[in-house]
């Protein structure tokens, strides 16, 4: 698996935050007319919110002091129209940030969703799906508010920070000296827990979508579960995964919380010594009373935006812990590739073709080890073999969800890599013996086969699975709800809404893998005959252990530890002394 993911604490804190963060601002390009026009409405409310001061100083300096009530009307109509101009440019300024935040991270899951299903195979071999829904779902959940409330008001604090520093140090540099003294240390502390919270925000994601999946696991087979009485088991198993996702938050939070409240505190400090210095100053006359007032609130201002400021960078390392996560998604490569050269592939006949195929699923040791065989066109061929032999390898490669490690697989003379991949798997149907429904109606699973088909082509696809009958009997017929997976039908019920599903993909190559095992007796006849009828006419590749049912292939292939052992007719490898011989004898010995 390639992925282009880096350890968060090989840079520095704030190189990596602004490079995750930079790659999710990237995200809102489409929209970058209204960010900027979000951040000039910031800044102008930013500013009539800093005139107001101004506007106290000369209440304090000029009307008191004069007596003059016609300019103290002035100044508070003129400071009522700021108030109403800063809450009309906060409100633009918050909306369209909100926006757009919400929109970009529509954008982001939309996109992680994407890449998850062009991702191959092997990808979903490595990782637990509860993990993947937990980013998918928890992880961009934590970088929509970031992104969007937090991202707002982290730009409304940094333009008041800005402008009341400038008028601070135009008021009196002295006094703003003492302000000026913990920004430095405050900027470097923040780096340092910046770094802790969001290794630990990372930490506590992965944990989150650990309990994720064994809650997922768990409610999925939840028959098992019950079947074994392993309620409390599972409870104590997801009780040992929340408890410890809890020991990180609550880290998380002592840190956070120390972090803050330090801040705070040395601001506090600062905030006393500025107004018994300036309060000497007013004293010796060499300040005035509005000028010492004005000072203080922007004072204020400051160490409210600096304080809130740390607690959104607190917050927004959470949020880079989370979208390391899901930027480890997007930079995964799937194996599967067209090549710049790859065509469509031509309406297939489908004559199938391994020549010297190996293949491992994983670095040591074949799963398939040259592995050479011919199904001619129409042709029904037979794949037997102990387990783990690999039947389902060549299943899987047919279709290309994995790509060999040597030889080639040829359709109709072509080699799969050299054609996109898609036009090759809409020529191949799967029927299998773990039957995935969808937890949608009985025509809608039908119509997954061919979207574009018509009530009478998926009515005509059902009758020739043998499935229109029980279907009609279902309370709201091809309306009915199946449940997750299929659970409201039978396993035979499910077999034959996949058969009228392939069949109505109607695909020159056929896949079937086990399709008829751990049914009754009826149910497999029926399934057995709407199989039969599927196979007319197309190349077909069938695994199954009741060697009964593969008797009448045109050709049976015999695996062993990764290698055809034998192949041929069922009668004539059944006169050889050989695996299949022997294979055959174990299932039709007497009792």
């Known amino acids: 698996m390639n992925t282009a993911a880096t350890n968060p604490d090989e840079r520095l804190p704030s190189t990596e935050l602004w490079r995750t963060w930079k790659r999710i601002l990237r995200l809102s390009k489409p929209y970058f007319l209204r960010l900027i026009f979000s951040f000039i409405l910031a800044a102008l409310a930013t500013g009539a919110w800093l005139a107001i001061p101004l506007g106290l100083r000369s209440m304090l300096d000029s009307v008191f002091e004069q007596g003059d009530r016609h300019l103290l009307n002035v100044i508070a109509i003129g400071m009522l129209a700021l108030f109403i101009v800063q809450s009309l440019m906060s409100f633009g300024s918050h909306y369209l940030i909100d926006w757009i935040g919400s929109r970009v991270i529509t954008d982001l899951r939309q996109k992680v969703y994407a890449h998850l299903c062009q991702l191959d195979l092997r990808f979903y071999t490595n990782h637990r799906l509860g993990e993947l829904t937990s980013r998918l779902g928890n992880d961009v959940g934590t970088i929509r508010s970031a992104a969007t409330t937090d991202l707002s008001q982290l730009l409304m604090h940094n333009f008041s920070l800005l402008g009341s520093i400038i008028l601070m140090a135009v008021l009196n540099w002295r006094l703003s000296l003492i302000v000026f003294g913990v920004v430095p240390p405050v900027v470097l502390v923040s780096r340092y827990f910046g770094q802790k919270i969001r290794r630990i925000s990372r ?39 929340t408890e410890a996702l809890f020991k990180l938050n609550r880290h998380r939070a002592l840190i956070t919380a120390f972090f803050s409240s330090g801040i705070g505190f040395f601001f506090l400090l600062s905030m006393t010594t500025i107004f018994w210095y300036g309060g000497s100053e007013v004293l010796e006359n060499r300040l005035t009373a509005g000028d010492l007032v004005a000072f ?26 989370a979208s390391e996560r899901i930027f480890q998604i997007l930079d995964t490569i799937p194996e599967i590739n067209d090549n ?35 199904a001619n066109e129409g042709e029904t061929i037979a794949l037997v073999g102990p387990s783990g032999s690999g039947k389902s390898t060549i299943m899987h490669l047919i279709p290309r969800f994995y790509d060999v490690q040597s030889g080639q697989i040829r359709i109709d003379g072509i080699d799969i890599k050299t054609v996109q991949t898609q036009s090759l798997r809409q020529q191949i149907a799967v029927v299998a013996q773990d039957i995935h429904l969808f937890g949608i109606s009985v025509a809608e699973n039908i119509r997954y086969g061919r ?35 299929g659970v409201k039908l039978s396993g035979g019920q499910r077999q034959r809404i996949a058969i009228a599903r392939a069949i109505l993909r109607d695909a020159r190559i056929l896949l079937l893998d086990e399709a008829t095992s751990s049914l009754d007796s009826e149910s497999e006849a029926l399934v057995q005959q709407a199989l039969e009828r599927l196979m007319v006419g197309r190349t077909s590749f069938i695994i199954a252990h009741r060697l009964s049912t593969v008797q009448h292939a045109d050709c049976i292939i015999v695996l062993d530890s990764g290698k055809v052992v034998q192949s041929g007719s069922h009668q004539t490898l059944f006169e050889q002394d050989g695996l299949y011989r022997r294979l055959c004898s174990l299932q039709f010995q007497d009792p």
Request: charged residues 25%; without cysteine.
């Open 203 to 241: 930490q506590a994601q992965d944990r989150l979508a650990d309990t994720t999946a064994v809650a997922e696991e768990a409610l999925g087979a939840i028959r098992v579960v019950k079947a074994f009485t392993r309620e409390s088991y599972e409870v104590r198993r997801y009780r040992n995964e």
């Open 296 to 321: 203080l609130i922007y004072a204020t201002n400051i160490t409210r935006s600096v304080w809130g400021i740390s607690r959104l960078y607190s917050s927004l390392n959470s949020a880079a812990g």
């Open 340 to 374: 710049e050269r790859a065509v469509v592939m031509p309406f297939l006949k489908g004559r199938v073709s391994f020549s010297n195929v190996s293949f491992s699923y994983e670095k040591d040791g074949f799963n398939l080890n040259q592995v050479s065989f011919v």
């Open 451 to 485: 979207l574009e088909a018509t009530d009478s082509e998926i009515i005509s696809a059902a009758k020739a699975a043998n499935a229109d009958q029980f279907i009609h009997d279902l309370p709201e017929g091809y309306d009915s709800l199946v449940g997750e997976r």
